[in-house]
């Protein structure tokens, strides 16, 4: 089997790689970006060449309706590293939303239509112009049967997950002539994974189904009924598309374009906006007694408290609001060991934060159930999870760090039938027995030390939005906040690293694809190693006899694994058992950083800082800024970097 630290080291790069980073341009980071223009895309990448004649030529597969309204599949439409490309474009530069009916709002957070519930918009004149738009636009033009004036007017991103209730659609009416494509991002779809592209005709017959297949590109008229269906219920993790849409009509194109800059902007404005409720006067001397409901202790004395009604409805429906609308959502479908893997967090800053009523009352809530002052927050976020989620019980700390989270729950009109429970733990193995379990209603809060096992329960099959739960976690004082928020921004920076100067050094090379592939196969590797950790977790420690019998059971898992792994496409290609290998062959991909070297180096930079700032708050977070303009320069220092590929 592979080297473990070596492996984790490479599934590191790898998500990183892919991650999606907070980011607030509209137009992604030149440091994140190998091309001659970051924004713009390529066929082939050549010296501006121009776009192929006969495209839909190409085409693997058209389709027709009995109206002969045409659907075309590409595979070679765009090169493997464009694919690449436009991945890393769509983790890193999405501005991710959920969209879904809101009772309690009383409308849509966000358009219906296929009832995709996660979406990001990118703006449109920043594809029309890359030579991807340009390509698909001549495609659409060729379909349509060499009508001119076709203009890219839409780009969005959808990530769609298992159980979502995704709806049959149409785009557009027959009579607006417009189409539409997707392009798939998943690098590895199995045979079993589902998530095909089912189209529709008069009938409601499907009369084309397509495989999901990395840059495999879907260009249809509009006016068809469609269905994006959802991955299977074994895929734990998100499929990735990208959809364009076309049309002739110039009014539609610039009202596209005027929405997106104004939701752009409006966007921006809150992100440095101050943090809800800042405006409103704090509450001196908050009787915390009176709203505490319940208190429940672990086995060492470890405490939680329940609360109702700290805050009036007016704030915490702000807070909902804002956090729905404005929130910047992380995507992590990444699988570990020990996470909460909660795949959806918005985080918010801390010194806005702290600011804010919110933070008045919060404060005034810690120092009562802990009997000490002085404690301030180094992590705040808002969780997102659905019914599909598969959560875990974590800490939220290391058992020699003393912490308080204060969780506050966000869903109106809750019912024990939605379930949803934070679900406390006296230890987290699996003979662990529960000490508590809170029903997250409206406005309820719950503060417990860090170190008590607990998890957030996803809500049931008969809630079909989001359960949301804002987090504060706090440090004992604000000096040691103020170090552990140096620790997060630290692996920002590591990974800014990774994902900048290294992609860039790696994109270049000319055996790039058959290195990437290799590196997808070996972090499917190890991800088959930590699911089967976890199963071996969760079975325990076995006798001789038994242990042999579940070995003999995990190796006919393994050979259907190979299976289906024989199974997977990526780029056009199948990875057969020859590509695989054994668990001992070992593949050629990228040389990798040090890792290690690199958070060692960083620990020896912080160390020092810390050692010269000592426990004085005030200096500490003037290095805190400092670091913070260093990352910023770092990260333009990198875009310099690129701007000698130009």
Request: hydrophobic content about 35%; proline content about 3%; overall charge negative.
């Amino acid at each position: 089997m592979a080297n473990f630290p070596k492996l984790l080291s490479l599934i590191f790069w790898v998500y990183a790689f892919n991650s999606a980073k907070s980011q607030t341009e509209s137009q992604v980071d030149p440091a994140a970006w190998p091309f001659d223009n970051p924004n713009q895309f390529g066929m082939a990448q050549g010296s501006g060449e121009e776009a192929k004649e006969g495209l839909l030529q190409a085409a693997k597969w058209t389709y027709s309706t009995t109206r002969d309204r045409k659907v075309a599949v590409f595979d070679d439409i765009l090169s493997f590293k464009t694919t690449v490309a436009l991945s890393n474009y769509v983790h890193t530069v999405g501005a991710w939303r959920f969209q879904n009916f809101d009772p309690h709002e009383g409308n849509y957070t966000g358009k219906k239509g296929n009832n995709m519930q996660w979406e990001a918009t990118f703006d449109p004149e920043v594809f029309s112009s890359s030579r991807t738009g340009q390509s698909l636009t001549q495609v659409v033009t060729e379909m349509s049967g060499g009508t001119q004036g076709y203009k890219l007017y839409s780009v969005t991103a959808n990530v769609v997950r298992r159980l979502d209730l995704i709806k049959m659609y149409h785009n557009a009416e027959e009579s607006e002539k417009e189409f539409s494509a997707s392009i798939y991002l998943n690098e590895v779809w199995r045979k079993n994974d589902y998530g095909e592209l089912y189209f529709y005709d008069d009938d409601e017959e499907i009369f084309a189904a397509v495989k999901p297949r990395f840059g495999r590109t879907v260009v249809w008229d509009s006016s068809i009924d469609y269905l994006s269906r959802p991955p299977s219920i074994n895929f734990k993790q998100g499929q990735i598309i990208l959809n364009m849409a076309f049309t002739t009509n110039s009014t539609k194109v610039e009202n596209y374009k005027k929405q997106y800059d104004s939701m752009e902007a409006e966007r921006q404005a809150a992100l440095k906006a101050p943090f809800v409720t800042t405006e409103k006067p704090g509450i001196p001397n908050m009787d915390v007694q009176k709203h505490i409901i319940q208190e429940f202790y672990d086995s060492k004395d470890m405490k939680g408290v329940v609360l109702d009604n700290l805050f009036d409805e007016e704030d915490l429906s702000a807070l909902r609001t804002f956090t729905i609308k404005y929130g910047h959502y992380f995507f992590d479908d990444s699988i570990d060991l020990d996470s909460d893997n909660v795949q959806w967090i918005a985080g918010f800053p801390v010194e806005s934060y702290v600011k804010s009523k919110m933070w008045n009352i919060t404060s005034q809530v810690v120092e009562h159930v802990s009997g000490k002052k002085g404690w301030y927050p180094y992590d705040i976020s808002c969780n997102l999870i659905r019914n599909a989620d598969h959560t875990r019980i974590h800490e939220d700390c290391g058992p020699h760090e003393e912490e308080w989270t204060f969780l506050l729950y966000l869903n109106p009109n809750w019912t024990h039938d939605y379930h949803g429970e934070t679900a406390f733990f006296e230890g987290n193995d699996d003979d662990t027995e529960y000490i508590a379990e809170v029903l997250p209603k409206f406005g309820r809060a719950v503060i417990f030390r860090g170190i008590i096992p607990h998890s957030a329960r996803p809500p049931s099959v008969f809630f079909t939005g989001a359960r949301y739960t804002f987090a504060v976690k706090m440090s004992v004082d604000r000096a040691t906040a103020i170090r552990k928020t140096f620790h997060e921004e630290g692996r920002h920076d590591l990974g800014m690293r990774q994902r900048t100067l290294g992609f860039l050094e790696k994109f270049k090379l000319d055996d790039f694809e058959e290195k990437y592939k290799n590196m997808i196969i070996m972090m499917y590797r190890e991800q088959r190693m930590i699911e089967n950790a976890l199963e071996k977790k969760q079975l325990g420690s076995m006798s001789g006899e038994e242990e042999g019998h579940e070995e003999g059971e995990e190796d006919e898992e393994h050979g259907e694994e190979e299976e289906m792994m024989g199974g997977e496409m990526m780029g056009g290609e199948m990875i057969g058992e020859e590509m695989m290998g054994g668990e001992e062959m070992e593949l050629e991909t990228f040389e990798q950083e040090d890792m290690e070297e690199l958070e060692q180096e960083q620990d020896r930079t912080f160390n020092k800082l810390f050692q010269e700032a000592g426990n004085d708050p005030q200096k500490l977070q003037a290095r805190l800024n400092e670091f913070m303009k260093d990352f910023h320069k770092l990260k333009g220092q990198a875009k310099q970097e690129l701007q000698k590929w130009f």
